[in-house]
């Protein structure tokens, strides 16, 4: 089941002797994990850079959907931004909760891909009644050629102190962000209206609520401060402790 929405990948609740998996980081790992799986490492079609890894990691060439590890051999699996790409989701988020007692999955949200699509995304995910409810992309209507990452994903994220708020304020806005354990209750190409009609009909003020509800005064100020020291504690952490990855060339360089 999900159980929380994390700011980000540094606001996970990963013990410090856990075994930690890496489903597809591609040019973004994240440090803490100790094993990488990547299926594609001679192209980049999915990613926007080619791979990074950090020397500490051992690296698997594998496919998500089979993983070749034994039941719960991992304590967290990390799944930043790979679900969207994937041919049978089922199978990938079945393996997930298989090879792991816990995880974090991310991806772009429904809005997210309207915003910054991308021509390898075969899914759209909505979160949803504490599920991820995904749509076939080439089922939707809508424009997918113009793309504003670079203001929304490469700008604004860096520029503006407001913006990066409203990312924290209104959780899963541009990105659909959640811890699980045990499982992941998910949907795919649902036939009830209750879903479908958010990928393919005008959202009406019902559905928005349904998405967004509504808050208190107070309520909407504790979001507000807890979301403004996190991102201060965060850039001060960050200052601390930096790690660079290194190419897939030197990496296997320096395994020989």
Not at 46 to 74: M, S, T, W
């Amino acid at each position: 089941m999900i159980t929380r929405i994390p700011y980000d990948r540094d606001d996970l609740k990963i013990g410090k002797k856990d075994k930690v998996l890496e489903v597809g980081p591609g040019h973004n790992p994240t440090f803490r994990a100790n094993v990488i799986v990547e299926q594609y490492l001679d192209s980049n079609f999915h990613r926007c850079g080619n791979v990074k890894i950090y020397p500490h990691q051992e690296l698997v060439n594998a496919n998500g959907e089979n993983l070749p590890f034994e039941d719960k051999a991992f304590d967290y699996v990390i799944c930043n931004q790979v679900l969207e790409h994937v041919e049978n989701p089922a199978e990938f988020i079945h393996e997930q909760y298989r090879v792991a007692k816990r995880g974090y999955m991310e991806t772009p949200s429904l809005l997210g891909e309207f915003l910054f699509p991308k021509k390898s995304h075969k899914w759209v995910v909505l979160y949803l009644d504490n599920k991820l409810i995904l749509f076939e992309k080439s089922r939707m209507p809508g424009n997918y050629e113009n793309n504003y990452g670079e203001l929304f994903l490469n700008y604004l994220p860096y520029q503006s102190l407001t913006y990066k708020l409203l990312w924290f304020t209104e959780g899963n806005l541009m990105l659909n962000r959640c811890e699980w354990k045990d499982d992941i209750e998910f949907i795919i190409n649902p036939t009830d209206e209750k879903y479908t009609d958010f990928f393919t009909k005008p959202w009406s003020r019902q559905m928005v609520e349904q998405m967004y509800p509504r808050r208190s005064a107070m309520k909407e100020l504790t979001k507000i401060g807890t979301a403004l020291y996190y991102i201060v504690k965060n850039k001060v952490k960050n200052k601390t402790h930096k790690h660079s990855p290194i190419s897939l060339e030197e990496y296997m360089r320096l395994k020989e």
